[in-house]
């Protein structure tokens, strides 16, 4: 029989071909398990994981097109998940702020499609519902968690010498790694003992940041598969940067859950200056914690700064302090090309000025104006200026979805202050 002749009905019978299946799909599931696959992609796309380098330029186009299609299929529905409408005033200085940033640094025609593929992402997260917004820090913990658990099997594979398949990689020619797929070993760790581990990301430090920022919108969750697993990873990135963030967040964590913090602070001295003095004692001092972590909090010949302080080099540091006596002060000087000084909130004010630090700014503050714990939404505006300071990458989607979600937790008002003062065995 040709193809021509197959009756419809026929077609009908076939399951591949139920044309009218379709229309029995729950379009909630399907526009809520989308849009988590696209902010998990888009999440991966700006922290620059090795599996997604070649979408760094058009993948924001594409998401934010299926996400458009998405929030199209949702507003079809009676209760979309797209519904809140409080959200102008954020908008309208995110519209503000990203027209700044392509005026300044002179984007192309490609440039501003992309700075119009972010401004409308960001309209997507503003205009969901803040029901969904703990299902989508759950989603982001544990696809996060699956990712890390292969590739730390993977990672301590490599360790006992197996002969794992791999490829020299470099990312922007400026990070040259030999690549295992699940795992990158960074050339500059290449003759350690053990290599520290960072994933798939850039650097330790990249991934140990960003998985501090997830748990920061996973607080009363800490005991949880996932965020052991994420936590587990973070410790054996040997991330200073992760580490102090860490400690900072687990008293931010207290805080927001309206717990007493004297004992958690006796506790942490009594359990950090244990690790210190083991540091130094085991191998006397010849061990990865007390190189990579304690050593960097000596002061260095000068005297006048930690030797861990690798925010910027001196180079850039000149160039900074030219900056801040110059005509370009409000505006900035663009986008720093030569090695070094590439990360900090000096490098954000030097290449966006102060009117860029200020625009961000009002960005975060009403982004979360509607948050109703008042601790969660300080916690994160605090958390999110103490990590300016060492990463200003304020707009990538990997830092502020979870300072977003961080902010819209609830989980200190939900307990009654009886709660507050018998469960202690919330992590």
């Known amino acids: 029989m040709s193809l ?18 379709f229309r029995y799909l729950d379009k909630e599931k399907v526009c809520i398990v989308g849009y988590f696959c696209a902010m998990l992609l888009n999440i991966f796309i700006s922290a620059h994981i090795s599996w997604c380098w070649r979408l760094d330029a058009i993948g924001p186009i594409f998401i934010a097109i299926a996400v458009g299609a998405l929030m199209l299929l949702s507003n079809s529905m009676s209760n979309s998940i797209f519904s809140r409408k409080d959200m102008l005033l954020p908008m309208l200085i995110c519209i503000i702020l990203h ?16 700075i119009f ?45 197996y002969n794992l398949p791999s490829r020299n990689a470099s990312w922007e020619d400026r990070y040259y790694y030999t690549d295992y797929y699940l795992f990158l070993l960074d050339e500059r760790f290449m003759s350690n003992l053990f290599p520290r581990f960072h994933s798939i990301f850039l650097e330790p430090g990249h991934m140990g940041t960003i998985i501090v920022l997830i748990l920061a919108c996973q607080i009363g969750k800490w005991n949880r598969w996932n965020n052991i697993i994420l936590i587990f990873a973070m410790v054996i990135s040997f991330s200073l940067a992760a580490y102090g963030l860490f400690v900072i967040l687990w008293f931010i964590r207290l805080w927001i859950l309206r717990r007493r913090m004297l004992p958690s602070i006796i506790v942490s001295v009594a359990i950090i200056s244990t690790i210190v003095i083991g540091s130094f004692a085991y191998k006397q001092g010849d061990n990865m914690l007390n190189q990579y972590i304690i050593l960097r909090f000596a002061l260095n010949d000068a005297g006048d700064d930690i030797e861990g302080n ?70 994160m505006l605090a958390f999110a200026m103490i990590n300016f300071f060492i990463r200003a990458y304020p707009l990538w989607l990997a830092f502020f979805v ?26």
């Open 4 to 21: 021509l002749h197959i009756k419809y009905s026929t077609l009908q019978n076939l399951r591949i071909f139920n044309i009218r299946s």
């Open 117 to 161: 593929a972010d401004i409308f992402i960001f309209l997507s997260l503003f205009r969901l519902d803040p029901k969904y917004f703990t299902r989508l820090a759950d989603c982001i913990s544990k696809t996060l968690a699956i990712l890390l658990l292969a590739s730390m099997i993977v990672y301590i594979l490599y360790l006992l010498g």
């Open 402 to 427: 979870p300072y977003y979600l961080m902010a819209y937790q609830e989980i200190g008002l939900s307990q009654s202050p009886i709660e507050v003062k018998t469960k202690d065995n919330v992590l």
């Open 99 to 114: 027209a700044y940033l392509g005026i300044i640094h002179q984007r192309n025609i490609f440039g501003y499609i992309v």
């Open 310 to 379: 690798n925010r910027v080099s001196e180079n850039f540091e000149r160039a900074y302090d030219s900056f801040l006596h110059s005509s370009n002060v409000l505006f900035g000087n663009g986008r720093w090309e030569e090695e070094g000084g590439n990360a900090g909130i000096k490098l954000y004010i030097y290449e966006n000025g102060f009117i860029g630090f200020i625009l961000i700014w009002l960005f975060y503050i009403f982004s979360t104006s509607a948050a109703k714990d008042k601790r969660a939404k300080l916690s």
